[in-house]
DNA sequence: TTTACTGCAAATCTTTTGCATCAAC
DNA sequence: GTTGATGCAAAAGATTTGCAGTAAA
């Protein structure tokens, strides 16, 4: 298991990649690391605004977009129309959605690996599921 | 295995059940029974225009909403940024699709079953897999 | 005749982009 | 001082909605 780094790290690591850490981009990797959950461009954007009230969602965009880019963070789409960023060194894992309730599960990864392994050995497909969303009915709702 | 229904058959349905079968609805129908693949809302509309140009897209958008919720089509997300309707009636298979090449892989429902029947043993949770979407890496693609 | 359905245009909603200004290096 | 990053406003693209007219039953 790799460490997970602190948005300090990250942003040295923007830094030494010749990007620079403006304040807007610091903010921006707090709310990241700070959620627990996957959070939107909008949620961060509220978020970061608490703090900095000037800074426009274009920004939070155009950051969100270059650390897609650098690998540092995942884009998912769960479903909700818009799409969700979780940071990479969070590790992966996947999602069961209920389409009733709303509610997420979070599942390993390891759940996958059989399935993964069929695929590349029956289709030689390799699959790169890094937060599957898998929607469905939970025990809850099936009462 | 059930039994295909034409669109004809669709029709009287949705007219059995109180909503009305405009010529409309019958080329909406037909551009969705007679595609192979999954289409968008545009391409329905494409062909539907192809016979009756006047025809409104937001009109394709609001007869397939009803038919959504008849349960009479699926809608997917195969990560084009727009969705792709199938009907349901035509059975349920699952998409590999190369982040690459964009080349989209049918593969069959069965493939899933043990991951299902995993999701439902250990978190109770009824996956309801039509038409999953899964990215990554085709066999051409990886040379 | 009734009222569900349609076409049109305008509104949504999320994300992207052009451009002049600003600030990190 | 360079030039990459920002804020603003406007555009983009897919989907939705209000409304008055039309046609399926």
Redesign the pocket.
Known sequence: MKRLKRSKEVGEAL?ELG???????QLILNALQQSDDHI???DIHAQVCAKYP??????V???L?LLKNLGLVTETDLGS???RYHPAAKGHHHHLICEQCGATIDVDESLLLPLKRTLLMEYGFHANMSHLAIFGHCSKCRG
Chains 1, 2 share one sequence.
């Open positions: 830094r990007y620079r850490l403006t304040p807007q981009r939107s461009a909008e000037q800074v426009n969602i274009s920004t965009y155009r950051t977009e129309g818009r799409f």
